[in-house]
Antibody, heavy 117, light 110 residues
């Protein structure tokens, strides 16, 4: 059974930083692109970041370029989202997902990030 | 990257069909076959229902089907059931290996 478990969310002040983690199981982690997506309260889904199997290709939505980055650790079967210079508009539930065929095949349960003073 | 356009709501009676549209541009929906659809219940994570325009992952009922014409993709739910009441989102590969989602459609079973 595929499992993705996010952690690291919480309350952070504007301008602060946070690292989200996603530990996976049930599939060959090293063979898959991984993604982070988010959903602001009461709003729709937004793709945030992708990373390829070797970590050599990273893509970010324009609104987080220069502030967020994504990385992975195959030994720990984990993918991370590093978020800096956080803004109120970054408040959302953040999901990690296994990507395949240019779609998001499996999702974690999400972790809530709240940016507020 | 501008969000893809979906109708805010759609509805149908049990047993009927409902079709949700997803309109983009030639740079996303119209440019390739990497369009996918997701079902989301309140407070839950989304679930993949359709990928590559019309393919169903294992376990998704064949009542769910996808298609595309030009810059508009569509999701059809045939034989509507009460358990299909949820929010539905489309997504497309956009330029530069980036992705864009639709605005979302709330499906109500009357």
């Amino acid at each position: 059974e595929v499992q993705l478990v996010e952690s690291g969310g919480g309350l952070v002040q504007p301008g602060g930083s946070l690292r989200l983690s996603c530990e996976v199981g049930g599939f060959t982690f090293s063979s898959h692109w991984m993604s982070w997506l988010r959903q602001a309260p009461g709003k729709g889904l937004e793709w945030v970041a992708n990373i390829n199997q070797r970590g050599s290709e990273i893509y970010l939505v324009d609104s987080v370029e220069g502030r967020f980055t994504i990385s992975r650790d195959d030994a720990k079967r984990s993918v991370y989202l590093y978020m800096n210079s956080l803004r109120a508009e970054d408040t959302a539930v953040y999901y990690c997902a296994r990507a395949q065929y240019a779609s998001f095949q499996d999702w974690g349960q999400g972790t809530l990030v709240t940016v507020s003073s | 990257q501008s969000a893809l356009t979906q109708p805010p709501s759609a509805s149908g009676s049990p047993g009927q069909s409902v079709t949700i549209s997803c309109t983009g541009t030639g740079s996303d929906v119209g440019g390739h076959y990497h369009v996918s659809w997701y079902q989301q219940f309140p407070g839950k994570a989304p679930k993949l229902m359709i990928y590559e325009v019309s393919k169903r992952p294992s376990g998704v009922p064949d009542r769910f089907s996808g298609s595309k014409s030009g810059n508009t993709a569509s999701l059809t739910v045939s034989g509507l059931q009460a358990e299909d009441e949820a929010d539905y989102y489309c997504s497309s590969l956009a330029g530069g290996n980036k992705y864009v989602f639709g605005t979302g459609t709330k499906v109500t079973v009357l």
